[in-house]
């Protein structure tokens, strides 16, 4: 007997936000009565340079369909730097997963002040409509399990 | 080119420069010296200088420096990027070491000879550029170039980067052979992200957790490294998480990345042959081509890539925007 597949397809998607910036950018979304997917699961975290690359491979492992980190734009870290740092080894962390066959489209960076509440819920459904496209996730967790 | 290796570290033990020397020794088969130390000239009896001391010595100088006196050892052209580098993380003491830069023809891979089909291996002596190897059912040769470790394929060059003096090899001398390091990797890129997938989960999937690459590696001195045991004093593989099970070789991999010189000892000692190189390649890769180029270990003060940014960075989508496959 075939199980049919009935439950659509609902990506899970982890958005580390920097307290500073995109967090309150996403209260004021939410205060400005603008909406964005209920798939989005939001970390606060303090500083965008917080996300250790190990979060978002665990977050992966963990069956992310795709992980988002919003910062403060270069320039204005609450910290001075900590967003420059966290461009480097999040470009190069993108690249890597890429390498592995977490596709690009699966990760992303963007910059969102605490005043952009409009830019943060386009930024998630914009992000959201992309995982759709590109479907379920290869299983990181998996990636050590070769099954033949 | 041995008994000159030997000859001047009895002479600098005997000045009293050195109170010890750190080289290759013979092991128990005849394509298997392993680093040891030598505290005095008869110990020196024992010690080896072949085509199959690939062991880079530099990680060893950690404890050295840390012993009574001054170390002798002996460095072959991209061991001392390796030894640059830990001296810029403070790691070695310079000032209590005597570097001999070593000449290095390129360094063999016992496994390509197996794989050639020679089997029963006794003794493997070099001729030119033939290697005669005596086995039990009598000898066999071999080309030279057929049988080096990958690393050697896409040498570095041969200049030492750091040293007090230099004993067959000249300053400054030519690239041995060279071929393009990132070959590999370019071809990894070529492919579609599910054949990526497979590709590594084919490679990681043989992988033991024996963390000989780990152990081996000269970036990888950390005193406490993420991946041993937090409960108990001593390396626990048996308290691994699945976390740290699955996203070792990444972790490990983004950790030495910008450090990594690419001396190629972790592919080298892998047991199950993973191709570990192409992971720290492809970090290396994407340095270069986004923050300019960087050889780590070439000097002592430069900013590691990752512990440095300018203004204008590239934005991390830029990942994505260079010519999808
Ligand atoms: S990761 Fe491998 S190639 Fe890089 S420094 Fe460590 S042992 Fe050498
Ligand atoms: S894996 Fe990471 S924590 Fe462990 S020794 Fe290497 S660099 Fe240090
Ligand atoms: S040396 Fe090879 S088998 Fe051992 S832990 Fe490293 S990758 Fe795994």
Not at chain 2, 78 to 83: A, G, I, R, V
Not at chain 2, 150 to 158: P, Y
Not at chain 2, 256 to 275: L, M, N, Y
Not at chain 2, 276 to 301: P, S, V, W
């Amino acid at each position: 007997m075939q199980v049919e597949k009935t439950q659509e397809f609902r990506p899970k998607i982890v958005a580390f936000c920097c307290n500073w910036c995109s967090y309150a950018g996403a209260d004021l979304a939410g205060s400005s009565r603008l909406s964005y997917p209920a798939d989005v699961k939001i970390i606060r975290v303090p500083c965008s340079c917080r996300v250790n690359p190990m979060f978002i491979l665990r977050a992966f492992q963990r069956g992310a369909d795709g992980v988002i980190l919003c910062g403060c734009h270069p320039g204005d870290c609450h910290y001075t730097t900590g967003n420059y740092y966290a461009r480097r080894r999040m470009t190069l962390l993108f690249s890597m997963l890429d390498y592995l066959g977490v596709e690009n489209g699966r990760t992303r960076v963007e910059w969102v002040s605490a005043a952009e509440g409009v830019k943060f819920s386009a930024t998630m459904n914009e992000f959201v409509a992309k995982i759709h496209s590109l479907g379920e996730n290869v299983r990181l967790e998996d990636l050590r399990c070769k099954r033949d | 080119m041995q008994e000159r290796l030997v000859e001047r570290a009895k002479e600098l033990l005997a000045d009293g420069t050195v109170v010890r020397v750190l080289g290759w020794k013979q092991g128990d088969l005849g394509y298997n010296p392993e680093p040891a130390y030598f505290n005095s000239p008869e110990e020196l009896k024992d010690f080896v200088y072949d085509g199959f001391c690939g062991a880079n010595l530099s990680k060893y100088m950690i404890q050295a420096g840390k012993l009574e006196g001054n170390t002798l050892v002996f460095l072959k052209p991209c061991d001392t990027y390796s030894f640059n580098q830990l001296i810029k993380e403070h790691r070695v003491k310079r000032e209590k070491t005597y570097i001999i830069g070593v000449g290095c023809k390129g360094t063999l891979d016992v496994e390509k000879i197996k794989k050639a089909g020679i089997k029963g291996i006794e003794s493997i002596s070099q001729e030119g550029e033939t290697l005669k190897v005596q086995t039990i059912y009598g000898e066999r040769e071999l080309p030279f170039m057929d049988a080096l470790l990958e690393r050697c394929t896409v040498c570095k060059g041969k200049t030492h980067q750091v040293y007090d003096e230099l004993i067959g090899a000249q300053e400054g001398e030519e690239a041995g052979p060279t071929g393009n390091r990132f070959a590999m990797v370019e071809k990894l890129e070529a492919m579609s992200p599910k054949e990526r997938f497979a590709f590594w989960q084919g490679e990681l999937s043989r992988c033991i957790r024996c963390n000989a690459c780990r152990n081996v590696c000269p970036a990888c001195s950390c005193l406490k490294c993420v991946f041993d045991g937090n409960q108990f004093d001593s390396a626990q593989k048996a308290n691994a998480d699945t976390f740290e099970e699955q996203m070792f070789h990444i972790i490990r991999a983004f950790h030495v990345a910008g450090r990594c010189t690419d001396c190629g000892e972790c592919s080298r000692v892998c047991p199950q042959g993973i191709p570990l190189h192409l992971l720290n390649r492809k970090f290396i890769k994407d340095i270069n081509t986004f923050y300019g180029e960087y050889q780590a270990g070439e000097d002592t003060d430069s900013r590691a890539p990752l512990t440095n940014f300018t203004f204008e960075d590239v934005e991390p989508g830029v990942v994505g925007e260079r010519g999808r496959k």
